[in-house]
């Protein structure tokens, strides 16, 4: 099983500050990754896919990249909203796998 | 507009069984794999198994097997996770969640509300 690794695992940031988190998976995964937000209370939100990929209506602040084992999500200017829990996901052995999460939180 | 709407709060006692549901609507629910996702209190997302309700084709998480049972009837576009005999740990929110596509090499697209199952004596 594939082991994602997310860090930091809180990250403080203040609002209009530029935020990147990390993944790191244990073998590659190609670019089979994906990114959800999750706010307290909700559902997970389907942000990135196939690494740099963003959903429809994801806002143009969200960027993914990377391939392999290393992975970033970028969110150049934080908004309010964007105060959650992000989470990565390969997709690409079985079982897909979650990594532990990064709780973004308001400095 | 694609919608999983998931069965309500149970409260159970440990030993019994339970059968949660999520409806899907909006897309063509036979041809997309549905799974289930469990999230504990306060920790992280799990992936637990997949179903592809037109042929029923189930594949479970090696952490999941043999624990819960996940079926799909595609007559009422209607996906299930049970339980035979429920324990204290089983104490969670679990998610249905659609892939994208027809393949199990999927991200999850659009997910339900989630329903909070309690397990306690």
């Known amino acids: 099983e594939i082991v994602m690794t997310q860090s930091p695992a809180t990250l403080s940031v203040s609002p209009g500050e530029r935020a990147t988190l990390s993944c790191r998976a244990s073998q590659s995964v190609s670019s089979n990754l994906a990114w959800y937000q999750q706010k307290p209370g909700q559902a997970p939100r389907l942000l990135i896919y196939d690494a740099s990929t963003r959903a429809a209506g994801i806002p143009a602040r969200f960027s993914g990249s990377g391939s392999g084992t290393e992975f970033t999500l970028t969110i150049s200017s934080l908004q309010s909203e964007d105060f959650a829990v992000y989470y990565c996901?390969?997709?690409?052995?079985?079982?897909?796998?979650f990594g532990g999460g990064t709780k973004v939180e308001i400095k | 507009e694609v919608k999983l709407v998931q069965s309500g709060a149970e409260v159970k006692k440990p030993g019994e069984s339970l059968k949660i549901s999520c409806k899907g609507s909006?897309?063509?629910?036979?041809?997309?794999?549905i799974g289930w996702v469990r999230q504990m209190p306060g920790k992280g997302l799990e992936w637990m198994g997949i179903?592809?309700?037109?042929?029923?084709?189930?594949r479970y998480s090696p952490s999941f097997q043999g624990q819960v049972t996940i079926s799909a009837d595609k007559s009422i576009t209607t996906a299930y996770l049970q339980w035979s005999s429920l324990k204290a740990s089983d104490t969670a929110m679990y998610y249905c969640?659609?892939?994208?596509?027809?393949?199990?090499?999927?991200?999850?697209?659009?997910w339900g509300q989630g329903t909070l199952v309690t397990v306690s004596s």
């Open positions: 969640a659609k892939l994208g596509s027809s393949s199990w090499k999927e991200k999850f697209d659009y």
């Open positions: 179903i592809y309700p037109d042929d029923s084709d189930t």
């Open positions: 996901q390969q997709y690409n052995n079985w079982p897909p796998t």
């Open positions: 909006g897309y063509t629910f036979p041809y997309y794999w």
